[in-house]
């Protein structure tokens, strides 16, 4: 496995942005015409919490083992406190970055990632597991499946706070980022449906909200498989559930 610190320039956000790269080392000794490596590979984009970065996914868990023993590449971008929202009333366009542009400067870096949709998952905590959830349900065309752990899913419920405002507006401008809206368009679009895992630890504040979720994609027709295991918003149970995601859930 290669582990690269990527700096690049983000249209979207109209600036300079970093993210984590674990990419799989092609140790085939396969190479094509035109001298590059002919392997291809599923990719995971992998999303932060909402106190974190696009270094903590590698600082507190072995994600780097577990892709390793998976063969895939995993993307760990960094949204700051933007909720993988287009923001309401500021410039900021997380979710387009993160949704769209990011896996297509991604495969124009790294050839071996693939645009397949079977091979592009999203996951993400807390936060990221909001935004895992979002996007594999708006993206569905681009993303096989989302892995949301301990997602806080609420947007409505959010208090009328000048940062809260900011990503999602107010009153009816909330609707539209929110989960139930985000499963009515995929059903009214008549989109492919992404496979999707979640899981709370049951000491977990979140888990009543996790819980409800889960309720309302199955009550859809959502392929769904839902965990719960002893644990709270930590690193320890988010650690264990990639693993068994990587090594276990996903074919």
């Not at 495969?107 to 071996?112: A, N």
């Not at 709370?200 to 009543?208: M, P, V």
């Amino acid at each position: 496995m290669a582990r690269i610190h990527l700096d690049f320039f983000s249209t979207v956000l109209r600036r300079c942005v970093q993210a984590g790269v674990i990419l799989p080392q092609n140790t085939s000794g396969q190479i094509g015409m035109e001298g590059r490596a002919q392997e291809v590979f599923p990719t995971l984009y992998l999303l932060h919490g909402m106190s974190d970065d696009e270094t903590i996914w590698q600082r507190r868990t072995a994600i780097e083992r577990y892709a390793a023993e998976k063969g895939c590449a995993v993307v760990m971008p960094s949204t700051e406190l933007g909720w993988y929202t287009d923001m309401e009333c500021g410039y900021q366009q997380y979710y387009t970055y993160i949704a769209k542009e990011l896996p297509v400067v991604c495969r124009s870096f790294f050839r071996g990632m693939s645009a397949e949709r079977a091979l592009n998952w999203v996951a993400g905590l807390s936060m990221g597991g909001y935004g895992a959830l979002k996007i594999g349900l708006h993206e569905s065309e681009a993303f096989s499946r989302a892995i949301c752990l301990s997602g806080s899913y609420s947007i409505e419920n959010k208090p009328s706070t000048p940062y809260w405002t900011a990503i999602f507006g107010e009153g009816a401008q909330r609707i539209k980022h929110t989960i139930p809206y985000a499963i009515e368009r995929l059903i009214a679009e008549n989109r492919p449906r992404p496979a999707i895992y979640m899981a709370c630890g049951t000491e977990d504040a979140l888990l009543e909200n996790n819980r409800q979720t889960r309720d309302l994609l199955l009550k859809n027709g959502f392929e769904v498989e839902y965990a719960e295991a002893p644990g709270s918003h930590t690193w320890a149970f988010w650690d264990a559930q990639i693993e068994r995601v990587l090594g276990r859930w996903i074919p």
